[in-house]
């Protein structure tokens, strides 16, 4: 008897059909990751006319220029006028402001006698490149050096009044920062653990693995106390936010006990700079 297997075929067809649509769809979501998380992680953008006012009186641009193109600084000078500072906080900020937006955080600061150097990442802001892990360390270190020489310091003078502030990815520069110079204070707000684990909340931890660079900030800041025991290392975090969860800041605290750690009652990731801002300058300032 002859049998027919027609109708199998039939039914094979969809169901391959199907897995292959599936198959292509699952590489072509890997491919979207991986060449396009840059564009996930850093949202660049220039000054609009709304910060032709924000740079303060005592304030004033420091241009240098890279193998990836010129970059501009801020420094804003203690107003005790013709004084070197006493601390430079260099200030580092989220993926998606600009490094004046400082300036309304800092603004009415009480210490006269403290400096700011804020640092936009290459691409934003007036710095031309592109930015990566590396080229935010040559951009910065090269920013530090440059003001250094403009105040006539040498760098051990210089290294003695370093501290540093961030705000979300900021807060891992600005670790990162830390772990490379001998720093007094480091200040992070809304921080993650690692930069891994803070993707891997959104695509997945499998698909986490699939980014090129990652932050660790707990591997910066046990750096950060090799380098100096007496450094003071503050964390304020927003209990409601809904972008880096206060289990990673609180996780991070927990981990190195010699951290002060602030949870901020009802602050999301942006009002924590508002909610916290007292604290926050007063931390700073004890």
């Given amino acids: ?73 801020f420094y804003i000078s203690p107003r005790n006028s013709g004084q070197s500072p006493v601390r430079l906080w260099v200030a580092f900020c989220g993926n998606g402001s600009l490094a004046l937006d400082w300036t309304t955080i800092l603004a009415g600061y009480p210490n006269s006698h403290d400096a700011f150097l804020l640092v936009d990442y ?30 006539a310091l040498s760098e051990e003078e210089m290294e003695s009044r370093l501290c540093t502030i961030g705000h979300s990815l900021g807060s891992a520069v600005a670790i990162d920062f830390g772990a490379r110079h001998r720093v007094q204070r480091v200040l992070a707000i809304a921080p993650f653990t690692t930069l891994r684990e803070e993707a891997a909340r959104i695509i997945t931890g499998p698909l986490s693995h699939l980014l090129i660079e990652s932050y660790d900030n707990g591997a910066g800041i046990a750096e950060i106390r090799k380098r100096n025991r007496e450094a003071k290392i503050a964390i304020f975090h927003g209990t409601n936010d809904e972008v880096i969860p206060v289990r990673m800041g609180r996780e991070l605290a927990q981990r190195f006990p010699f951290i002060d750690f602030f949870a901020v009652e009802g602050a999301n990731h942006v009002s924590v700079l508002s909610e916290a801002h007292d604290k926050i300058i007063r931390w700073m300032n004890n």
Wanted: hydrophobic letters at 35%.
């Fill in 122 to 151: 290459p691409g934003y802001g007036k710095c031309q490149g592109y930015a990566t892990i590396a080229n935010m360390r040559v951009s910065s270190d090269a920013a530090l050096k440059t003001l250094t020489k403009r105040l």
């Fill in 1 to 73: 008897m002859h049998r027919s297997y027609a109708p199998q075929n039939q039914l094979k067809r969809p169901v391959v059909s199907g897995l292959v649509a599936l198959c292509l769809s699952f590489f072509l979501l890997i491919g979207l990751i991986y060449f396009r998380q840059h564009s996930m992680v850093y949202h660049p953008r220039p000054y609009g006319p709304e910060y032709a006012q924000a740079l303060p009186p005592n304030g004033e641009e420091i241009s240098y220029t890279l193998s990836f193109g010129k970059q501009t600084a």
